[in-house]
């Protein structure tokens, strides 16, 4: 498969603990990056790899992964982490970082 | 201070023609290859194109293959885009973005790619 799979949609409550999840085959050989998305602002890196932070980003972010699963945890979400979120991938090819999830909105309560 | 600032956007009529700059400072630019991504309004992120360090190494997705040209300039610190034959379709927000050399992971044993910055964006749109 040349896609990666993200539910549309997900909500947490203030404090709460919420998982973003992105599937597709090429997760079977590389690891997803995941970008935050504000709106009206430019994508922000928040976890490469298997479980990397840039600098600067809260340690309430955490990646995982499993088989065709990558997964993007937050741990106490705040009010500002509301946002879209996508995971990113090479593709098939391993030429490139041509694979985008479509995308998760995520809403804090 | 890294920073990427696109440039070149605009409104252009169906099968015209439009060159997009993005302006590189504060890294050394030749050690990363470079990507552009484009966002259709309300859409999700679309990768467009990537260009290795030594531009040894492009590629295109499939919906600009034939129709955008990604080159850079490594002595001005500049990436660009050449898109022509434009269509309402490609009517987006075009972001460039710096993707560092695959950091190596001796404990996984597996290479990290992903894109580490990226600019503000340039609006492209295509109408009659």
């Known amino acids: 498969s040349s896609e990666l799979t993200q539910d549309p949609a997900v909500s947490v409550a203030l404090g709460q603990t919420v998982r973003i999840t992105c599937q597709g085959d090429s997760l079977r050989s590389y690891y997803a990056s995941w970008y935050q998305q504000k709106p009206g602002q430019a994508p922000v890196l928040v976890i490469y790899g298997k479980n990397n932070r840039p600098s600067g980003i809260p340690d309430r972010f955490s990646g995982s992964s499993s088989g065709n699963t990558a997964s993007l945890t937050i741990t106490g979400a705040q009010a500002e982490d509301e946002a879209d979120y996508y995971c990113?991938?090479?593709?098939?090819?391993?030429?490139?970082?041509?694979?985008f999830g479509g995308g998760t909105k995520l809403t804090v309560l | 201070e890294v920073q990427l600032v696109e440039s070149g956007g605009g409104l252009v009529k169906p099968g015209g023609s439009l060159r997009l700059s993005c302006a590189a400072s504060?890294?050394?630019?030749?050690?990363?290859?470079m990507n552009w991504v484009r966002q259709a309004p309300g859409k999700g992120l679309e990768w467009v194109s990537s260009?290795?360090?030594?531009?040894?190494?492009?590629h295109y997705a499939d919906s600009v293959k034939g129709r955008f040209t990604i080159s850079r300039d490594n002595a001005k610190n500049s990436l660009y885009l050449q898109m022509n034959s434009l269509r309402a379709e490609d009517t987006a927000v075009y972001y460039c973005a710096r993707e560092p050399a695959p950091y190596y992971d001796i404990l996984t044993g597996y290479n990290y790619y992903y894109m580490d910055v990226w600019g503000k964006g340039t609006t492209v749109t295509v109408s009659s």
């Open positions: 990113n991938s090479r593709d098939s090819s391993g030429n490139h970082l041509g694979l």
């Open positions: 504060g890294f050394t630019f030749s050690s990363y290859s």
């Open positions: 260009i290795s360090g030594s531009s040894s190494y492009i």
